[in-house]
């Protein structure tokens, strides 16, 4: 049975402008944070823009506790039960929270095994209570369930514009380096305003709002596997700079920091178009497997050949557009973007995937490969940032992805089903057979 897409149909055009608006958002944000992140860094120099860089990644190390992975499970359930909406939003909101302490329990005991000083633990700590403010991104999650994400946009379009414009005036101003630690922290509190003000407006009351314990049991119990995932995959995407700290110096993670920012720019992607075709399925599902699975397919075909039409031209092109953008001083950032840049095929194709698991209800399996992916990742690390430096790095999170996306998978029944469909995106059939 074929499946015909009515591009006439209210569902097609609703879904369409929602991405339409999710991408558009995107592709802005991903311009002006180019020039302006490269303005930045080009003004803090390697080793001040390292030392940023690893806050950030640092504190991302924690970040899954904060957000407790709660996101697809919360679209799930709005999608499902929107009858619901007021119990799902207060409880998330609550949890969400309290996941911001357990993040700060865990940033506070794990800065006395590193060799940071004072000025270091002080950006972590400006940075972290930007976190807390996450707790409001339960209203992006309804959104996303009703298709309207064009509300979300308004805030983050908001928060893009304010935050853009004062580095660029600290720039101007040649601020030290805390007074740009504390623009992350304030774009996120006009996020949380932005979308605060967007549901009062549009949608509904947040003092309508209800905590649940059956509901807050009911999300836990599919999600701690999310939260253990999510923790996964903050280790293999954040702790490479951590380690090039560690062993290399700020002025190392500077160059990588730079490289990989060009890098995972365009991540944007399938986040954007995955968060809008799940609603639409999720539907398919209920209708058949078969009409399910064509849509996973065509879903996975899609992410995988944008990946690869992005890291061709640059694997080629990354001395040249690391010279323009960043200058001399970054060059050995050339090398780590024409290596990274693969990373995108596994983590676009692990972007979709990981909306099927949701699905399907396998979080817990995908914790599991995720985190031997994690392991492997450290391993790497350890291994090939000794021998040939940054670049080792770069080679270590393209191996651990290849190993979360194709190998683990393997030793699963209903999980291999993921391997199989990847290699169809090459219509090489009889992988898997």
Same mark, same amino acid.
């Given at each position: 049975?074929?499946? #015909?897409?009515?591009?006439?149909?209210?569902?097609?055009?609703? !879904?369409?402008?929602?991405?339409?608006?999710?991408?558009?958002?995107?592709?802005?944000?991903?311009?002006?944070?180019?020039?302006?992140?490269?303005?930045?860094?080009?003004?803090?120099?390697?080793?001040?823009?390292?030392?940023?860089?690893?806050?950030?990644?640092?504190?991302?190390?924690?970040?899954?506790?904060?957000?407790?992975?709660?996101?697809?499970?919360? %679209?799930?359930?709005?999608?499902?039960?929107?009858?619901?909406?007021?119990?799902?939003?207060?409880?998330?909101?609550?949890?969400?929270?309290?996941?911001?302490?357990?993040?700060?329990?865990?940033?506070?005991?794990?800065?006395?095994?590193?060799?940071?000083?004072?000025?270091?633990?002080?950006?972590?700590?400006?940075?972290?209570?930007? &976190?807390?403010? *996450?707790?409001?991104?339960?209203?992006?999650?309804?959104?996303?369930?009703?298709?309207?994400?064009?509300?979300?946009?308004?805030?983050?379009?908001?928060?893009?514009?304010?935050?853009? #414009?004062?580095?660029?005036?600290?720039?101007?101003?040649?601020?030290?380096? %805390?007074?740009?630690?504390?623009?992350?922290?304030?774009?996120?509190?006009?996020?949380?305003?932005?979308?605060?003000?967007?549901?009062?407006?549009?949608?509904?009351?947040?003092?309508?709002?209800?905590?649940?314990?059956?509901?807050?049991?009911?999300?836990?119990?599919?999600?701690?596997?999310?939260?253990?995932?999510?923790?996964?995959?903050?280790?293999?995407?954040?702790?490479?700079?951590?380690?090039?700290?560690?062993?290399?110096?700020?002025?190392?993670?500077?160059? !990588?920091?730079?490289?990989?920012?060009?890098?995972?720019?365009?991540?944007?992607?399938?986040?954007?178009?995955?968060?809008?075709?799940?609603?639409?399925?999720? @539907?398919?599902?209920?209708?058949?497997?078969?009409?399910?699975? *064509?849509?996973?397919?065509?879903?996975?075909?899609?992410?995988?050949?944008?990946? %690869?039409?992005?890291?061709?031209?640059?694997?080629?092109?990354?001395?040249?557009?690391?010279? %323009?953008? !960043?200058?001399?001083?970054?060059?050995?950032?050339?090398? &780590?973007?024409?290596?990274?840049?693969?990373?995108?095929?596994?983590?676009?194709?692990?972007?979709?995937?990981?909306?099927?698991?949701? #699905?399907? @209800?396998? *979080?817990?399996?995908?914790? !599991?490969?995720?985190?031997?992916?994690?392991?492997?990742?450290?391993?790497?690390?350890?291994?090939?940032?000794?021998?040939?430096?940054?670049?080792?790095?770069?080679?270590?999170?393209?191996?651990?992805?290849?190993?979360?996306?194709?190998?683990?998978?393997?030793?699963?029944?209903?999980?291999?089903?993921?391997?199989?469909?990847?290699? @169809?995106?090459?219509?090489?059939?009889?992988?898997?057979?």
């Amino acid at each position: 049975m074929k499946t #015909v897409i009515d591009i006439r149909s209210q569902s097609f055009k609703r !879904y369409f402008a929602n991405t339409s608006w999710l991408m558009g958002h995107r592709i802005l944000s991903m311009i002006v944070a180019l020039f302006v992140g490269v303005y930045v860094a080009r003004y803090l120099g390697p080793e001040r823009f390292g030392l940023l860089s690893y806050a950030m990644s640092f504190v991302g190390l924690f970040t899954a506790l904060a957000t407790l992975g709660l996101d697809g499970i919360m %679209v799930r359930e709005l999608v499902k039960t929107p009858e619901r909406r007021d119990e799902l939003l207060g409880t998330a909101f609550w949890l969400k929270t309290g996941g911001a302490i357990l993040m700060w329990m865990g940033i506070v005991a794990a800065i006395p095994f590193t060799h940071n000083d004072t000025q270091t633990n002080i950006l972590i700590a400006i940075i972290a209570i930007g &976190v807390i403010f *996450q707790a409001f991104n339960v209203i992006d999650f309804n959104y996303q369930a009703e298709v309207k994400s064009k509300y979300v946009v308004y805030a983050q379009l908001a928060s893009l514009v304010i935050s853009s #414009v004062i580095k660029l005036v600290f720039v101007w101003f040649a601020a030290p380096l %805390v007074w740009f630690a504390c623009v992350f922290l304030l774009d996120a509190v006009v996020h949380a305003v932005g979308l605060t003000a967007m549901y009062l407006k549009n949608t509904g009351r947040i003092w309508y709002w209800k905590w649940r314990w059956e509901i807050a049991k009911e999300l836990l119990r599919d999600s701690w596997p999310l939260i253990l995932s999510g923790m996964v995959i903050s280790i293999y995407m954040k702790i490479d700079q951590i380690m090039i700290k560690e062993m290399l110096g700020a002025e190392q993670v500077g160059h !990588y920091a730079a490289a990989v920012r060009l890098s995972e720019a365009w991540y944007f992607v399938p986040m954007a178009i995955t968060s809008s075709v799940f609603p639409a399925i999720i @539907n398919a599902k209920k209708q058949s497997e078969e009409l399910y699975y *064509q849509r996973l397919q065509k879903l996975y075909d899609l992410m995988v050949w944008l990946a %690869v039409a992005i890291a061709l031209p640059t694997t080629f092109l990354a001395p040249w557009v690391i010279r %323009v953008l !960043y200058g001399e001083a970054f060059s050995p950032a050339a090398g &780590v973007l024409s290596i990274h840049i693969w990373a995108g095929v596994f983590s676009f194709f692990g972007t979709a995937r990981g909306k099927w698991l949701i #699905v399907e @209800n396998l *979080q817990k399996i995908g914790f !599991y490969y995720l985190f031997f992916g994690g392991i492997v990742n450290i391993i790497l690390n350890i291994t090939m940032i000794n021998k040939i430096g940054i670049q080792g790095a770069a080679i270590a999170t393209v191996g651990s992805l290849i190993s979360i996306v194709l190998f683990f998978p393997l030793f699963h029944q209903r999980a291999k089903i993921s391997v199989h469909m990847f290699f @169809n995106i090459f219509n090489i059939k009889k992988v898997m057979r």
